[in-house]
Structure formats: structure tokens, C-alpha cells
């Protein structure tokens, strides 16, 4: 239903926000100073629940390529290992959430995601 969906979104975003508060310390710890450009922000007024599910899923498979190529990246540094261990936990959790969201996606579990 709309409601667990809608909470268990805001349990993702808790757990992204988790994942940029522990890469922010690494990026510090190696003396990096990331610079984020932001996206556009879309108009939310505009969006059904089936939008904003399709649109996670595109951003979370994004992260899910992206985490998997820094993983790659570091893999056989052992100066890197923690990080790399990190990643991989935080890749587990982006798996989780695409797996989610896929799930949502279909119409016998979100009733409310037909196409609009």
C-alpha cells in the first residue's frame, strides 16, 4: 500500500543520507574536498507515486553501477581496504532498495502504481 511504500522510502533516505555522512568521512580522512553539483530538482506536484517509484529506480541503479565500479577501482589496494569494504556494504543496500522498488513497481503490490 501508499503508506509502506512511503515509509519504507523514507527508511531509504535514511540510509542514503547514512551512506554520504560515512563517505564524506573517508573523502575528509584522504584529504579530498568533494564538490556535489545538484540535480534538477523536479516538480513535485506533478508526480504520481509510480513516477517517483521510476524515478528511485533509475537513481538507485545508478548507484548501484557506480559503487560497483569504485569497488572495482580499489579492488587489490590494501590501503583502500576499509573503503572498499564499505562500499560493498553500501552496494548491498542500494541492491536491496533496487530490489525494492522493482517489487513496488509491480501492479499486484502497489495497486496505486497502474499507469496513470
Known amino acids: 500500500s501508499s503508506p509502506a511504500i512511503k515509509q519504507h522510502l523514507k527508511e531509504h533516505m535514511d540510509e542514503e543520507t ?3 555522512q560515512l563517505l ?9 574536498r568533494p564538490h556535489v553539483a545538484r540535480k534538477q530538482i523536479i516538480d513535485l506536484p506533478k508526480l ?3 513516477k517517483i517509484l521510476e524515478t528511485d529506480l533509475e537513481l538507485e541503479l545508478k548507484a548501484v553501477e ?3 565500479m569504485a569497488i572495482a577501482a580499489l579492488e587489490g589496494d590494501p590501503k583502500f581496504s576499509s573503503v572498499r ?10 541492491q536491496d532498495h533496487v530490489h525494492d522498488i522493482t517489487r ?5 503490490l ?3 502504481c497502474k499507469s496513470d
Not at 569494504?85 to 542500494?94: D, K, R
Not at 513496488?104 to 499486484?108: M, N, S, V
Request: proline share 3%; hydrophobic share 35%; net charge negative.
Open 24 to 32: 564524506q568521512s573517508y573523502l575528509s580522512h584522504f584529504g579530498a
Open 66 to 68: 557506480n559503487y560497483s
Open 104 to 108: 513496488w513497481l509491480r501492479e499486484d
Open 110 to 112: 502497489c495497486p496505486t
Open 85 to 94: 569494504v564499505t562500499l560493498e556494504n553500501i552496494l548491498i543496500q542500494e
Open 18 to 20: 547514512g551512506h554520504i
Open 48 to 50: 504520481t507515486l509510480r
